[in-house]
């Protein structure tokens, strides 16, 4: 079975705290994505990797950057957080080509920045 | 811009029922289209994937496809309680993200 595993299920920090969100996927996926869902907007699609050392930009990356330095692992960073950033994020992977190109979620870091 | 668009919902049926979600997608040239099955809290997992137009069957679950009126819907027969969740539906082309809807949240009724 897939399993995309993140850092955190629950996090609390502060305005203008950098904030480090971590993910692992342990089924060597090329293709790794952070989205964001908030009530009554979906889910958002902040940015994704296709490989390692490169990122796309989402619908919504203001604010946000990230790191993938191994093909494993792919991590989102808050450069300073700030209040409209809490939310539940999602970190996804997934294998370009194959069945579809379907993707797999991890359980989701619910953050709260005060 | 692409879009998926789905009734937000809530649709209620009980249990025993069959529930009937559909979707509608702007991108002509979508190629793979899934449904994702979301508790409250909880991440959404993938539960139905069709690629051709026409019905996929998966245990209480069909997935009906239409590419020429750019529809896809999710039937559950006999609705358990358990079932009661969003559903998210979500369309790709290629090697590019997929685009989701925004979801219908399902209840079903004891």
């Known amino acids: 079975d897939v399993k995309v595993t993140q850092s955190s299920r629950y996090l609390v920090k502060r305005t203008g705290e950098k904030v480090f969100l971590e993910c692992v996927q342990d089924?060597?996926?090329?293709?790794m994505f952070w989205y964001r869902q908030d009530p009554g907007l979906g889910l958002r699609l902040i940015y994704f990797?296709?490989?390692?050392?490169?990122?796309e930009k989402g619908d919504i990356p203001e604010g946000y950057s990230v790191s993938r330095e191994k093909k494993e692992r792919f991590s989102l960073i808050l450069e300073s957080a700030s209040t409209n950033q809490t939310s539940m994020y999602l970190c996804?992977?997934?294998?370009?080509?194959?069945?579809?190109?379907?993707?797999?979620f991890g359980p989701g870091t619910r953050l709260t920045v005060l | 811009q692409k879009e998926v668009e789905q009734n937000s919902g809530p649709l209620s049926v009980p249990e025993g029922a069959i529930a009937s979600l559909n979707c509608t997608y702007s991108?002509?040239?979508?190629?793979?289209f899934f449904w994702y099955r979301q508790y409250s809290g909880k991440s959404p997992e993938l539960i139905m994937s069709?690629?051709?137009?026409g019905d996929k069957e998966d245990g209480r679950f069909t997935a009906q496809l239409n590419k020429a009126s750019q529809y896809v819907s999710l039937l559950i027969r006999d609705s358990q309680p358990s079932d009661s969740a969003t559903y998210l539906c979500?369309?790709?082309?290629?090697?590019?993200?997929?685009?989701f809807g925004k979801g219908t949240r399902l209840s079903v009724i004891a």
């Open positions: 991108d002509r040239v979508s190629q793979s």
């Open positions: 979500a369309v790709i082309r290629g090697n590019t993200p997929l685009v």
């Open positions: 089924m060597d996926h090329e293709n």
């Open positions: 996804a992977s997934s294998v370009p080509g194959q069945a579809g190109n379907e993707q797999f």
């Open positions: 069709i690629y051709s137009n």
């Open positions: 990797s296709y490989d390692v050392k490169m990122k």
